[in-house]
């Protein structure tokens, strides 16, 4: 049972460049998270997705963007890397239906640098 | 909006004695959920504890365990019998239980274990 897989693990995008941050979980969780923790910071979300074709904005959406075309994917793309956006990003999944106060599982992270 | 405020940004403990990390949050819902997260130099989130607000009991799981004042907004974790493994980086989160599906992390606290 692989969990949340992230990938990839490492990446360094020049100013401008674009890319897409890829997560797939194979536990049928609906919910689905991505967060970024700057260092010494916590997590701050990005965008959620309470299940296939449902996105929404979290605390800072801004330069993302999300798309949920399976329950088991949801990758988050960046357009226009700034060196704003250097972090490390993760993926979260969690189960519904009766099961609110199930926890988050959480991927292993992307640590992204933008140069 | 909810708030999580982790004030000690660094703690340390001697192998196999107990420490206690704090933590508070600001709400005016009645019902939600908080959590305590694990990150090791992995990176990776773990799930330590967790409590339902509408639940009196502390929440206990082997080592850790919580001191839920819901009156204060207070959710401290103890961990007793403190082990080399347990270092890492400590984040509350809080959940609520109905309307968005956010959770809001703390800053974390770094706990040092000394052997």
């Known amino acids: 049972n692989a969990g949340v897989t992230q990938t990839p693990k490492f990446r360094i995008l020049k100013i401008g460049q674009s890319m897409t941050l890829q997560c797939t979980q194979d536990m049928n969780h609906n919910y689905m998270y991505w967060y970024r923790q700057d260092p010494g910071m916590g997590l701050k979300l990005i965008y959620y997705s309470v299940g296939a074709g449902i996105t929404d904005k979290g605390e800072v959406p801004n330069g993302y963007n999300v798309s949920r075309s399976t329950t088991e994917d949801f990758p988050l793309r960046l357009e226009l890397a700034a060196p704003s956006q250097t972090s490390v990003y993760f993926c979260a999944s969690r189960r519904t239906g009766g099961y609110s106060n199930q926890p988050q599982h959480f991927g292993d992270g992307t640590r992204l640098s933008i140069l | 909006a909810q708030t999580v405020t982790q004030s000690q940004p660094e703690m340390s403990v001697q192998e196999a004695e107990t420490v206690t990390l704090s933590c508070t949050y600001d709400?005016?819902?009645?019902?939600?959920?908080l959590f305590w997260y694990k990150q090791p130099p992995s990176r990776q989130m773990i799930l330590v504890i967790r409590?339902?607000?509408?639940?009196?009991q502390n929440a206990t799981e082997n080592r850790f365990s919580v001191n839920f004042q819901k009156a204060a907004k207070s959710f401290s974790l103890k961990i007793s019998d403190s082990q080399l493994g347990d270092a890492a980086m400590y984040f509350c989160a809080y959940r609520s239980v109905s309307g968005t599906y956010k959770y809001i992390f703390g800053t974390g606290t770094r706990l040092k274990v000394l052997a």
């Open positions: 709400t005016s819902e009645s019902d939600y959920y």
């Open positions: 409590q339902e607000a509408y639940k009196q």
